[in-house]
């Protein structure tokens, strides 16, 4: 009983020990799997007696496997431990009994178990959820027969994560963002969602083949106005491999976004972090209120370096310091740490590359690093505690406005993304042609695209002297794509026509939006051969220009929309607002050196902060 004694009261020692050294004695490790499991015994008594009156069939789980095999009790007793009061409130006796029996016998069957820690299938096999998705018990034994179909006992763990991978076929939707994520039933079903709900799915479908595996996500991009969380596998040597879609192969996984930080979602509560350790004494952001998270930033393969912040917030006595980054809604933390004395230390914190220092981000003018604001949390509200910084894997800056300004000129208020420079691209070769005949056999050409577009509406002029009643934009192979056309008379007036088209895109509903006054709505047909269409007048006339744009993204400045331009001194300051006359917007007095930041007052959401260098706008 001494020594029962004095391993329980050696075992935060015992962690430290384990997470630093390359091997430890099998003696040791069993020292610490009996600690844990006796901590877990004990947290599940109290979690029993304290939600009793909200369940009082808890006490059941444990009673069924005491006594009996060890491994079932201790995995009740992990389950137990660590249940939140929600989970206490609806949790069903018989259906988690049923689950632990399931998931043991199927881990007993690998032919990988053996290679782990009996921990390890704790954490990353029988827990009852993956992330936040509505407690369902069923797929356990659903998802073992709808997803990895050929899965042999005589698998190795590689082939069998191979299998049960290339299964899932999932179509994710990055506007679903912001959704609470699915029941399993309805992810299983529907096989479409956000990357979360593909995320818990495939983490399910590893699990119930008896492959430990967790959530991994990151809360917020540094570069673009959402997160992101894909399925890992977790390997004998902890290692993990990455799987974001069916084809992957779980190796060098690429991010198509600045990564500040990276998590894995734990089913245990982190007792162990700085904090949990403050969780009584300071107000904690929600974001981080939850306590089941692992940092694991550096066991994937992007670029990251630690961060030395100098504090120079007063004021505020807060122990705990947040790492931020942007978002049009206000700040994201993304990091926290516990200061000491006037700085703070962030362990492992992206700089936007991957492991090599290569930048896989798809955006025309990116900046270089990551933008972080460190922060308190007091009062519901991040508060700056010191100057805005940029964090590059050499080196980094710090950004503040000059009591210097400069006159600025601006073209967009989100950055250009490759995607849609793509779909610019498309309409390389095409034609705009002009006839008298209904079938185009006296086409004459009146524009030939030889470079690709701006991503907006733009106005071509027109040499050409003839007269046309028929207008039309024709691609000959590869994809039509279209957002908007509009035709104009030599003397500069509007000419209204009915749409017109070939034989297979005159019956789609798209091809009412080339005419529709919308920059965002298009047609777009892949494969097409002589694809074409347009506009037909009540006679014929001299076209003095044309006006087109191609499938975008309308985050250009747009004529007629409003605009206001803030800079960052601690808060947002607003520089003043104006209504766009052209494609590009002037603001004169603006600080030199500071972070901007502009807003559509008439419409559209999506906008991302930059710094004005060298007359072009640069993205963070």
């Not at 249940?83 to 609806?90: F, G, P, S, V």
């Amino acid at each position: 009983m001494g020594m029962m004694r004095a391993l329980v009261i050696d075992f935060e020692t015992m962690i430290s020990i384990r997470k630093t050294a390359l091997f430890l004695l099998p003696a040791l490790l069993a020292g610490i799997c009996f600690a844990c499991s006796e901590n877990n015994t004990r947290r599940a008594e109290q979690s029993i007696a304290k939600y009793s009156g909200i369940n009082s069939d808890l006490a059941k789980i444990l009673e069924r496997h005491a006594g009996g095999d060890k491994d079932h009790y201790r995995a009740a007793c992990f389950i137990l431990a660590n249940l939140t009061e929600e989970d206490a409130r609806i949790l069903d006796a018989d259906s988690v009994i049923a689950s632990i029996d399931c998931a043991l016998e199927v881990w007993r069957k690998t032919p990988w178990a053996s290679a782990y820690r009996f921990d390890t299938f704790l954490e990353y096999v029988l827990p009852l959820r993956v992330a936040s998705e509505p407690l369902e018990y069923f797929w356990r034994w659903d998802a073992a027969s709808r997803f990895g179909r050929g899965v042999s006992p005589e698998d190795s763990l590689h082939v069998a994560v191979q299998k049960v991978n290339n299964t899932i076929a999932f179509t994710t939707y990055p506007e679903l963002f912001k959704n609470k994520v699915q029941k399993y039933s309805v992810s299983a079903t529907s096989l479409t969602g956000k990357c979360d709900d593909r995320t818990v799915v495939t983490v399910m479908a590893m699990r119930a083949h008896g492959i430990p595996a967790a959530r991994h996500f990151i809360p917020y991009w540094g570069s673009s106005n959402n997160g992101h969380s894909f399925c890992s596998v977790i390997q004998p040597d902890g290692s993990c491999r990455v799987f974001q879609n069916t084809t992957d192969e779980g190796e060098n996984a690429f991010f198509a976004r600045k990564v500040p930080k990276i998590y894995r979602k734990m089913f245990s509560v982190q007792e162990k972090t700085a904090l949990y350790k403050y969780r009584d004494t300071e107000e904690i952001p929600p974001e981080f209120s939850d306590f089941r998270r692992m940092d694991v930033t550096d066991s994937h393969q992007i670029g990251f370096a630690d961060l030395e912040v100098k504090l120079t917030g007063q004021g505020i006595e807060n122990r705990m310091i947040y790492l931020c980054v942007f978002s049009p809604a206000g700040w994201i933390p993304v990091a926290c740490t516990e200061r000491s004395g006037g700085k703070a230390l962030f362990r492992a914190v992206g700089t936007g590359t991957d492991a090599y220092g290569n930048s896989g981000v798809g955006d025309v003018n990116a900046g270089d690093g990551i933008l972080y604001l460190p922060c308190y949390y007091a009062q519901g509200e991040f508060i700056p505690a010191a100057n805005l910084l940029i964090h590059k894997k050499n080196g980094g800056r710090t950004i503040e406005p000059s009591s210097q300004t400069e006159k600025v000129t601006l073209h967009r208020k989100f950055p250009l993304r490759k995607r849609i420079e793509g779909f610019a691209q498309q309409m390389v070769g095409g034609v705009f042609e002009g006839a008298n005949r209904a079938d185009f056999s006296d086409a004459e050409e009146l524009h030939y695209i030889y470079e690709i577009p701006l991503p907006r509406m733009q106005r071509v002029t027109i040499d050409h002297k003839g007269a046309f009643r028929y207008i039309r934009y024709r691609k000959a192979k590869g994809t039509f794509s279209l957002g908007e056309i509009k035709c104009f008379d030599a003397e500069g007036r509007h000419l209204s026509g009915r749409l017109i088209a070939d034989n297979t895109l005159r019956e789609l509903p798209e091809l009412a939006y080339i005419s529709d006054n919308d920059p965002l709505t298009y047609i777009s047909v892949q494969g097409m051969f002589d694809g074409w269409a347009g506009l037909q007048f009540d006679r014929g006339y001299r076209i003095g220009a044309i006006e087109f744009c191609p499938r975008n993204d309308d985050n250009n400045i747009y004529p007629g929309n409003q605009y206001e331009l803030y800079y960052w001194d601690d808060e947002w300051i607003t520089l003043g607002r104006k209504i766009a006359e052209d494609y590009s917007l002037q603001f004169d007095d603006v600080p030199q050196g500071a972070l901007l930041r502009l807003r559509n007052l008439t419409r559209g959401k999506e906008e991302r902060p930059f710094t004005y260098e060298n007359g072009t706008q640069v993205w963070w």
